[in-house]
């Protein structure tokens, strides 16, 4: 192979990298938005009737959130209790659910100690905003090379 060809491939395997699509979860609230660096992410909060700490762990997908699953200490109305259960943190049952949602609205506030947890990071979100400020979750698709650039949630 000639020296000219392998440039060429390697120069377009690269710029096809940079375009590439990555998929991450936007988080929007007040008049503020950023990125969280890891396609995967968990909401944690206090669950107000049972005062029990409530998991979800989500994936960013190409045009919706996928709730993988949930973990949760007590079950209330509503609470989803027949999929199939998997490992969990001590204390908590975890359920396997992978529900397709195109976006959340998830109203915060400092009594239920709402968080979003990613890349190792734990966001006490419920610390940085006013009481029941609803905080907007979409899926996003950017190219690589726009993400090299930050506007990530973690960047604070």
Request: aromatic share 12%; charged share 20%.
């Amino acid at each position: 192979m000639s020296k000219i060809r392998l440039i060429l491939i390697c120069a377009s395997l690269l710029v096809l990298a940079l375009f590439y699509p990555i998929n991450r979860a936007k988080i929007s609230y007040l008049d503020k938005s950023c990125l969280l660096s890891d396609g995967k992410f968990s909401l944690s909060w206090v669950h107000s009737v049972e005062h029990e700490t409530w998991i979800e762990n989500y994936e960013a997908k190409y045009g919706y959130l996928l709730l993988e699953s949930t973990y949760l200490k007590t079950f209330g109305a509503g609470t989803p209790s027949d999929g199939e259960v998997i490992d969990a943190p001590k204390g908590f049952i975890g359920y396997k659910v992978n529900r397709k949602i195109p976006m959340l609205n998830w109203v915060v506030s400092q009594n239920m100690q709402g968080s979003i947890i990613a890349d190792g990071h734990d966001w006490v979100i419920s610390k940085e905003v006013p009481r029941f400020t609803e905080v907007h979750i979409e899926s996003i698709s950017k190219p690589f090379i726009k993400m090299l650039f930050g506007g990530f949630c973690n960047d604070k």
